[in-house]
Protein backbone atom coordinates (compact mmCIF):
# COMPACT_ATOMS: atom_id res chain seq x y z
CA UNK A 1 0.00 0.00 0.00
CA UNK A 2 3.25 2.54 0.75
CA UNK A 3 4.55 1.69 -2.34
CA UNK A 4 1.21 2.22 -4.53
CA UNK A 5 0.85 5.47 -2.29
CA UNK A 6 4.26 6.79 -3.68
CA UNK A 7 3.22 6.23 -7.23
CA UNK A 8 0.19 8.11 -6.67
CA UNK A 9 1.96 10.75 -5.64
CA UNK A 10 4.98 10.42 -8.05
CA UNK A 11 2.04 10.54 -10.88
CA UNK A 12 0.73 13.58 -9.30
CA UNK A 13 3.67 15.25 -9.55
CA UNK A 14 4.14 14.08 -13.07
CA UNK A 15 1.44 15.19 -14.26
CA UNK A 16 1.78 18.48 -12.82
CA UNK A 17 4.48 19.12 -14.57
CA UNK A 18 3.33 18.06 -17.75
CA UNK A 19 0.18 20.78 -17.24
CA UNK A 20 2.86 23.50 -16.40
CA UNK A 21 5.09 22.83 -19.57
CA UNK A 22 1.47 23.37 -22.00
CA UNK A 23 1.34 26.59 -20.18
CA UNK A 24 3.61 29.53 -21.90
CA UNK A 25 2.90 32.07 -18.71
CA UNK A 26 4.32 29.20 -16.09
CA UNK A 27 7.25 28.12 -18.88
CA UNK A 28 8.31 31.75 -19.64
CA UNK A 29 7.36 33.21 -16.06
CA UNK A 30 10.16 30.21 -14.76
CA UNK A 31 12.46 31.07 -17.22
CA UNK A 32 12.16 34.73 -16.85
CA UNK A 33 12.95 33.54 -12.84
CA UNK A 34 15.57 31.44 -12.98
CA UNK A 35 17.27 33.91 -15.32
CA UNK A 36 17.10 37.09 -12.59
CA UNK A 37 18.33 34.71 -9.91
CA UNK A 38 21.24 33.50 -11.81
CA UNK A 39 22.60 36.69 -12.67
CA UNK A 40 21.27 38.52 -9.33
CA UNK A 41 23.87 35.17 -7.48
CA UNK A 42 26.36 35.78 -9.97
CA UNK A 43 26.09 40.14 -8.96
CA UNK A 44 25.62 39.24 -5.30
CA UNK A 45 28.99 37.14 -5.01
CA UNK A 46 30.87 40.12 -6.51
CA UNK A 47 29.51 42.96 -4.58
CA UNK A 48 29.09 40.88 -1.07
CA UNK A 49 31.73 38.39 -1.43
CA UNK A 50 33.90 40.60 -3.48
CA UNK A 51 34.53 37.58 -5.92
CA UNK A 52 36.27 38.71 -9.17
CA UNK A 53 34.57 37.53 -12.61
CA UNK A 54 36.95 36.89 -15.39
CA UNK A 55 36.10 37.29 -18.54
CA UNK A 56 34.20 33.38 -19.02
CA UNK A 57 32.27 34.73 -16.31
CA UNK A 58 30.75 37.73 -17.91
CA UNK A 59 30.34 35.80 -21.38
CA UNK A 60 28.60 33.15 -19.11
CA UNK A 61 25.99 35.77 -17.87
CA UNK A 62 25.32 36.98 -21.40
CA UNK A 63 23.90 33.87 -21.96
CA UNK A 64 21.11 33.92 -19.33
CA UNK A 65 20.49 37.78 -20.61
CA UNK A 66 19.89 36.59 -23.58
CA UNK A 67 17.28 33.44 -22.51
CA UNK A 68 15.31 36.24 -20.83
CA UNK A 69 14.94 38.25 -23.63
CA UNK A 70 13.18 35.30 -25.36
CA UNK A 71 11.38 34.43 -22.58
CA UNK A 72 10.55 37.93 -22.30
CA UNK A 73 9.20 37.65 -25.71
CA UNK A 74 7.56 34.26 -25.24
CA UNK A 75 5.20 35.86 -22.41
CA UNK A 76 4.24 38.58 -24.81
CA UNK A 77 3.54 35.75 -27.82
CA UNK A 78 2.18 33.63 -25.88
CA UNK A 79 -1.17 33.52 -27.09
CA UNK A 80 0.18 32.13 -30.65
CA UNK A 81 1.42 28.86 -29.35
CA UNK A 82 3.86 28.93 -32.92
CA UNK A 83 5.71 31.68 -31.77
CA UNK A 84 5.85 31.01 -28.35
CA UNK A 85 7.11 27.15 -28.93
CA UNK A 86 10.01 29.02 -30.58
CA UNK A 87 10.92 31.09 -28.01
CA UNK A 88 11.52 28.15 -25.62
CA UNK A 89 13.08 26.58 -28.29
CA UNK A 90 15.62 29.89 -28.55
CA UNK A 91 15.17 29.86 -25.06
CA UNK A 92 16.79 26.21 -24.65
CA UNK A 93 19.51 27.05 -27.30
CA UNK A 94 20.40 30.46 -25.42
CA UNK A 95 21.04 28.00 -22.14
CA UNK A 96 22.61 24.97 -24.20
CA UNK A 97 25.65 27.41 -25.80
CA UNK A 98 25.56 29.10 -21.93
CA UNK A 99 26.55 25.29 -21.05
CA UNK A 100 28.72 24.93 -23.00
CA UNK A 101 30.25 28.44 -22.29
CA UNK A 102 30.52 26.20 -18.38
CA UNK A 103 32.06 23.37 -19.48
CA UNK A 104 35.01 25.24 -21.45
CA UNK A 105 35.23 27.61 -18.22
CA UNK A 106 35.28 24.76 -16.25
CA UNK A 107 38.31 23.24 -18.06
CA UNK A 108 39.84 26.27 -18.36
CA UNK A 109 39.90 25.87 -14.12
CA UNK A 110 40.75 22.65 -13.92
CA UNK A 111 44.02 23.51 -16.44
CA UNK A 112 42.43 20.60 -18.47
CA UNK A 113 43.25 23.51 -21.52
CA UNK A 114 44.44 27.00 -21.80
CA UNK A 115 42.25 29.67 -22.56
CA UNK A 116 42.11 30.92 -26.19
CA UNK A 117 39.76 33.63 -24.75
CA UNK A 118 41.89 37.27 -24.88
CA UNK A 119 41.41 38.94 -21.54
CA UNK A 120 41.36 35.79 -19.14
CA UNK A 121 44.51 37.27 -17.25
CA UNK A 122 44.91 40.23 -15.31
CA UNK A 123 46.25 43.63 -16.50
CA UNK A 124 48.47 44.80 -14.64
CA UNK A 125 46.54 48.09 -13.83
CA UNK A 126 43.81 46.55 -11.93
CA UNK A 127 46.49 44.34 -9.83
CA UNK A 128 47.77 47.78 -8.96
CA UNK A 129 45.22 50.06 -7.53
CA UNK A 130 42.28 49.63 -5.51
CA UNK A 131 38.84 50.23 -6.51
CA UNK A 132 35.09 50.74 -5.09
CA UNK A 133 32.82 47.56 -6.02
CA UNK A 134 30.94 50.06 -8.12
CA UNK A 135 33.93 50.96 -10.21
CA UNK A 136 34.69 46.66 -10.41
CA UNK A 137 31.75 45.90 -11.22
CA UNK A 138 31.91 48.56 -14.08
CA UNK A 139 35.12 48.07 -15.24
CA UNK A 140 37.06 44.87 -17.46
CA UNK A 141 36.77 41.62 -15.70
CA UNK A 142 40.28 41.23 -13.42
CA UNK A 143 40.05 38.01 -12.71
CA UNK A 144 42.17 35.46 -14.44
CA UNK A 145 39.83 32.65 -15.48
CA UNK A 146 41.93 29.78 -14.72
CA UNK A 147 41.57 30.49 -11.09
CA UNK A 148 38.85 29.46 -8.82
CA UNK A 149 37.14 32.07 -6.88
CA UNK A 150 34.60 30.19 -5.24
CA UNK A 151 34.06 26.71 -4.42
CA UNK A 152 31.28 24.31 -2.75
CA UNK A 153 32.94 23.43 0.60
CA UNK A 154 30.84 19.92 0.40
CA UNK A 155 31.68 18.68 -3.44
CA UNK A 156 33.99 20.95 -4.37
CA UNK A 157 32.05 22.24 -7.45
CA UNK A 158 32.61 25.64 -8.97
CA UNK A 159 30.40 28.06 -10.26
CA UNK A 160 31.06 27.26 -13.49
CA UNK A 161 30.35 23.71 -13.03
CA UNK A 162 27.24 24.82 -11.24
CA UNK A 163 26.14 26.67 -14.39
CA UNK A 164 26.72 23.64 -16.38
CA UNK A 165 24.08 21.71 -14.13
CA UNK A 166 21.77 24.77 -13.95
CA UNK A 167 21.91 25.31 -17.90
CA UNK A 168 21.91 21.56 -19.45
CA UNK A 169 18.97 21.15 -17.37
CA UNK A 170 16.87 24.22 -18.60
CA UNK A 171 17.78 23.03 -21.57
CA UNK A 172 15.82 20.40 -21.24
CA UNK A 173 12.76 21.74 -19.63
CA UNK A 174 13.11 24.52 -22.45
CA UNK A 175 12.70 21.63 -25.36
CA UNK A 176 9.60 19.83 -23.21
CA UNK A 177 8.01 22.82 -22.99
CA UNK A 178 8.00 24.05 -26.76
CA UNK A 179 7.42 20.43 -27.97
CA UNK A 180 4.21 20.50 -25.34
CA UNK A 181 3.64 23.87 -26.59
CA UNK A 182 3.52 22.45 -30.05
CA UNK A 183 1.27 19.75 -29.27
CA UNK A 184 -1.43 21.84 -27.17
CA UNK A 185 -1.34 24.25 -30.61
CA UNK A 186 -1.83 21.06 -32.89
CA UNK A 187 -4.67 19.30 -30.70
CA UNK A 188 -6.54 22.86 -30.51
Known amino acids: KAQL ?22 VFGGILLICVIALATALTSEVLLGL ?26 RKKRPLAALMATFSGVAFLINSGVAFYHTGVEQKWWASAVEGCAVPASFAAGDQSWIDNIM ?11 W ?14 ALCLGMFVICLLAALS ?8
Open 5 to 26: NRCYKMKKLLCGACRCLKCPFA
Open 139 to 149: SAPSAPCDVIP
Open 52 to 77: EPCELCIYQRWGFVAAAIFALLGLAM
Open 181 to 188: LRKTQQAA
Open 151 to 164: QDPFIHLSMANYNI
